[in-house]
């Protein structure tokens, strides 16, 4: 029985998916055809192994190229390597791929392993060398399928492959593939097609805007000739703010050149735009509400990895300390079996400093032991690979999860793989597997007929058009930049390639090809271009016009004045198609005058006990309540701003390991301490509460403030020691709850420390991570309100737990009640109470009026507003006041936005 051989398939490779538009519309404009195929190169690949009935070689580049960079600790990318792994290796993987695809594919990185360079240059090549040995043949997915199709026999049909060189740039392992295809076939190729082919990097016949300033740039952009040329309007440069007045100002320009001439069509004008993702949100924003239809702009065309997502994070939970971030965003995964709501919720208390990582109410298992997951850590491969295999078993059902399910248990698959039983993690090897990968979705690019035609930079133009708007012409664009290598100069590619005669593609080749795109997309343009400035980029920082402006400008002989700005008024009336709305009387928004809240109820009963009393005011709530009661008023209705911030030792958590530490040194009813003793006591306790309260502060990262804030502690400790020696005190109690009353209203608070001193006597300690300038000024200006408060709770009420019948009797016992700050960061004591023995005590300052007499008097004040739901709002001054005349640095005032847009101007301040 005969065979009957396949038809020839006759294959035009183009750069791009425009090229290959426009040349499948000319080829179908000129008449019927089979068997020809315009594509670009993964779709020839595809081609060709299903033509030699082969698959896609199965490789793992990423761990061959990881293992070969850890082969060489010695190798210049060392270093860089052991701090940022993913990224030395992109950076590592791409410069000795662009040398490798430029030697022949049966000897590759020859003559390169042999080549020897002078200094820097020499030492990488050299390491480059080393690591292409190590890689023992592996090699990415797109050059192992070409390897395997040099070796492959004769195919199921024979592939013509036509090739333009001006439009497509090969690699010799990409030509050495297309003569291996086209072997024995040069009688059977088409001209017809391949002068069609070539004309792609032709404009069309007809189209150039001939004697024009257009005309002048589509022949001579870039070359410098000698003769300048007299500017006419179908060129125009505008400046413009960013890419938003980009779009706005495009799609107003759009509707003046559809308004001027009837018979344009939308396809007739192009908008050619960088290939950034603010560009396609903000045009198609833009354009929808000027009602445009746009034709070849897309959308984004990738979507999150959740599964490999979920298992990178997982790991760094799993590595104590974890990261706060870290917690927060396995909590909130989509993957995770719990909403999107209680994830949000557990992941901020994380986030403020909560790391319990606690259940809560209606909680299922399978949330249960995902949270006891989070809690754990690993030190051996076995109890790692463990709980990686629970977390997949508990992940959520959800059906249209299934795919990101499946992604991460693979990867929990190949990690556990790698992982040794009885030997510690290698977390830095664990990670580089999971790292998450660019999910391709479906494209979602719409081409239509009737719609404004979009290109985009660097990509052949696939439609012609009449009247051309260029967005984003800054720095970095037009053409594209181009970094620099740091493996390897632009002087090294050149001695490389002089020293082997290899094709070496060089910083200024790459220049060439974008600019030669930019000049053949200017040369689908039959009539003006107009190429639009953004003055700041996406940041809000300034930026440069694209230097090909400068170009641009030298042939017409012109300074970089031509550029108009459109924030000026006679710039904008020389613009060309620009659309100004018509000029109106300025209607002023309305503007409400707003002063302080009635809100008609007692404020002070949104909290209420059980019996339906209000709840108990704190000092520091009071403090805040004095500063902006609508910052009080925020807080009790939880409604200041949820953010997440990352890890840092500020003053707040600087404040909570201090009192930590001085509680377990300065215990109740201990001895007090040797002194000498005190160092390692101090680093023993700071160690115990970083674990407690904030675990990130023992990762090495954070060595330099932990050991920082350890020496600052050790002297305050031996200071502190001093006084209570001095003093012939005795520490009776610590983290001691009172309460009391402030006329009507329920007060509370938790003391550092309670003194006993001879002659029952009885000082309250707060201790201060701060120096005592600060609390020194509040206190002579007589805003300190917490001594007042504290001395209310003891003399209106005591203790508020039950069980210390000794402590309550010593407290009421005392004939003298005192108060002192103890400031660490200076060791100085500040109090409001003559203690006899501070006379001899170093560091101790007595002040001797009324500390607090006007803040609790402007406390009262605020409570009575509150008990008739009136909200004061802050004034203008406010801050001005509290921190020069108060003394008091005004937190209070940084919790939301709000109290300072809510500000009413009249007002100097405090009442």
Not at 774 to 785: A, F, H, K, P, V
Request: charge should be negative; charged fraction near 25%.
């Amino acid at each position: 029985m005969a065979v009957t051989a396949l038809a020839a398939v006759h294959f035009l490779l183009v750069p791009d998916a425009g090229a290959a538009r426009r040349l499948r519309r000319e080829l179908a404009s000129s008449g019927a055809r089979t068997g020809v195929v315009v594509g670009v190169w993964p779709e020839l690949v595809t081609l060709a192994l299903d033509n030699f009935v082969l698959s896609p070689p199965a490789t793992d580049w990423n761990t061959a190229a990881h293992n070969a960079l850890g082969a060489h600790p010695d190798a210049f990318w060392a270093g860089s390597y052991a701090n940022a792994p993913g990224e030395t290796c992109s950076v590592v993987c791409n410069q000795y791929l662009q040398l490798l695809q430029e030697t022949e594919p049966d000897a590759p990185f020859s003559p390169l392993e042999t080549t020897e360079l002078a200094g820097r240059g020499g030492a990488h090549l050299s390491d480059l060398a080393r690591f292409h040995q190590a890689l023992d043949g592996a090699l990415p997915d797109h050059l192992a399928a070409i390897q395997v199709l040099l070796q492959a026999p004769q195919g199921l049909r024979p592939l013509y492959i036509y090739v333009s060189p001006m439009l497509t740039a090969l690699s010799v392992w990409q030509l050495r593939l297309v003569a291996h295809l086209n072997h024995g076939c040069a009688e059977f190729r088409d001209p017809a097609l391949q002068a069609a082919l070539d004309a792609v990097a032709q404009p069309p016949e007809g189209l150039q805007a001939v004697g024009s300033s257009l005309a002048c740039l589509q022949r001579d952009l870039f070359d410098l000739p000698e003769q300048k040329v007299e500017r006419d309007n179908s060129v125009q440069w505008l400046a413009v703010r960013d890419f938003f007045e980009e779009a706005e100002v495009a799609a107003g320009m759009v509707q003046s050149i559809l308004a001027s001439d009837k018979t344009l069509a939308p396809a007739d004008i192009g908008i050619l735009v960088p290939n950034r993702l603010e560009y396609t949100y903000a045009l198609r924003d833009a354009f929808a509400l000027a009602r445009l239809p746009l034709s070849g702009l897309g959308d984004p065309n990738w979507r999150r990895d959740l599964g490999r997502e979920l298992i990178l994070h997982f790991l760094q939970v799993r590595e104590k300390p974890a990261p706060a971030m870290a917690v927060a965003a396995c909590l909130t995964s989509p993957l995770m079996p719990w909403s999107q709501t209680e994830g949000a919720t557990a992941a901020q208390r994380v986030i403020d400093g909560d790391w319990r990582i606690s259940a809560w109410r209606g909680i299922s298992q399978d949330g249960d032991a995902v949270l006891e997951l989070l809690r754990g850590e690993d030190s051996t491969g076995a109890s790692l690979a463990d709980a990686l295999g629970s977390l997949v078993r508990h992940l959520s059902a959800n059906e249209t999860l299934a795919e990101d399910r499946l992604r991460a248990a693979e990867l929990v698959e190949a990690i556990s793989a790698e992982l040794v039983a009885d030997a510690p993690v290698d977390w830095s090897s664990v990670r580089r597997l999971a790292g998450p990968d660019r999910l391709e979705a479906e494209p979602a690019t719409e081409f239509t007929q009737e719609g404004v035609t979009v290109w985009h930079e660097g990509r052949e133009a696939w439609r012609s058009v009449r009247h051309l708007l260029v967005l984003g012409f800054a720095a970095g664009h037009y053409p594209g930049r181009d970094g620099a290598s740091p493996v390897l100069s632009e002087t090294d590619i050149h001695q490389l390639a002089e020293q082997t005669g290899l094709p070496l593609v060089t910083r200024r080749a790459r220049l060439d090809r974008d600019r030669a795109c930019f000049k053949r997309q200017l040369n689908m343009v039959a009539e003006t271009a107009s190429f639009l400035i953004p003055r700041r980029d996406p940041a809000g920082e300034a930026q440069s016009p694209s230097e090909s402006l400068e170009f641009i400008l030298y042939l017409f002989g012109e300074e970089e004045g031509a550029v108009l700005s459109l924030d000026l008024s006679v710039d904008r009336a020389q613009a060309r198609f620009l659309r100004v709305s018509d000029s109106m009387d300025v209607i002023l928004p309305s503007c409400r005058p707003f002063g302080d809240l009635a809100i008609g109820q007692n404020l002070l009963a949104l909290r209420t006990d059980a019996e339906g009393n209000p709840k108990p005011e704190s000092p520091s709530a009071l403090e805040t309540l004095m500063v902006s009661p609508l910052a009080w008023l925020l807080q009790r209705l939880k409604a200041e701003p949820a953010l997440w911030i990352g890890e840092k030792l500020d003053v707040l958590l600087q404040g909570t390991l201090a009192h930590g530490v001085f509680e377990r040194v300065f215990a109740a009813g201990e001895e007090l301490p040797e002194r000498k003793a005190l160092p390692d006591q101090v680093r023993t306790a700071l160690e115990a509460v970083i674990r407690e309260e904030s675990p990130f502060l023992r990762s090495a990262a954070w060595a330099v403030e932990r050991h920082l804030l350890e020496g600052q502690l050790v002297r305050a400790a031996e200071a502190w020691r001093d006084i209570l020696a001095e003093l012939g005190a005795n520490v009776i109690g610590t983290e001691v709850w009172l309460q009391g009353q402030l006329g009507k209203l329920g007060i509370h608070g938790q003391s550092d420390a309670l003194l006993a001193l001879p002659g029952d006597r009885l000082l309250i300690v707060d201790y201060k991570k701060s120096s005592a300038s600060s609390r020194r000024d509040r206190m002579l200006n007589g805003y300190d309100s917490q001594v007042e408060l504290y001395r209310r709770m003891l003399q209106t009420g005591g203790l508020k737990e039950e069980g210390a019948e000794g402590l309550a009797e010593r407290l009421r016992a005392s004939a003298d009640i005192g108060v002192v700050y103890f400031n660490l960061n200076d060791a100085t004591a500040l109090s409001d109470s003559n203690v006899a023995e501070s006379s001899r005590l170093p560091g101790w300052e007595w002040l001797d009026n009324d500390v607090s007499a006007a803040a609790i008097a402007l406390i009262e004040r605020r409570v009575a507003d509150l008990e008739h739901g009136r909200i004061v709002l802050n004034r203008a001054g406010d801050q001005e006041f509290f921190e020069k005349q108060a003394g008091v640095k005004p937190y209070a005032l940084e919790v939301s936005s709000l109290i300072t847009l809510f500000m009413p101007e009249a007002g100097e301040g405090v009442e």
